[in-house]
């Protein structure tokens, strides 16, 4: 099946600082990818969802000016968390899809703690 | 709202036995449903999908069942196994429109040998 890594798996970085996440579609050229939060024994909630070249859609709540997210290609799109705060600390997947039909592949997930 | 949910949020059953998971959803206009494993500290991991233009589905010892009628989609496991221990989520969009996947709260399957 297809594989979408991210990286890195998990960081921890003090309060303040940003953190830059990488998802990538590895045998596969995504248009679109979304971003999703999941806090402990929570469901994922959709952050944005990202067409390749394009700006991203962002959902209700979720401030595009503390989570960028780039999709500069069609295997690559990042989250950077901008000035983190503890309460950023969450577990972030990544999600890629080849067409609007085609079925979505997760990423692993990375593990953001923030001090 | 839009909203998936789950009828009962644990599971826990022996190895062997046939497990059934439950899911209820709120949106009529959703015409795709994805049902998703997902191991601690894992990613989600695609299990299997069904489109509302069909009631059963079904893949390698699992099938999925969807009643457009009470919105309710079910998947069961048989001969459930303790590596089928795990959360799962369905999760529902609308196919054409490749809109993100709404996900409801999670089952947590435990399975004793």
Known sequence: GAVVSQHPSWVICKSGTSVKIECRSLDFQATTMFWYRQFPKQSLMLMATSNEGSKATYEQGVEKDKFLINHASLTLSTLTVTSAHPEDSSFYICSAQAGATDTQYFGPGTRLTVL | ?113
């Not at chain 2, 999908?49 to 069909?54: A, E, P, T, Y």
């Not at chain 2, 989609?73 to 490749?98: K, M, N, R």
């Open chain 2, 1 to 113: 709202g839009e909203s998936v949910g789950l009828h009962l949020p644990t599971l826990s059953v022996q190895e062997g036995d046939n497990s059934i998971i439950n899911c209820a959803y709120s949106n009529s206009a959703s015409d795709y449903f994805i049902w998703y494993k997902q191991e601690s500290g894992k990613g989600p991991q695609f299990i299997i999908d069904i489109r509302s233009n069909m009631d059963k589905r079904q893949g390698q010892r699992v099938t999925v069942l969807l009643n457009k009628t009470v919105k309710h989609l079910s998947l069961q496991i048989a001969a459930t196994q303790p590596g089928d221990s795990a959360v799962y989520f369905c999760a529902e969009s609308l196919y054409q429109a490749g809109t993100a996947l709404i996900f409801g709260k999670g089952t947590t399957l435990s399975v004793s040998s």
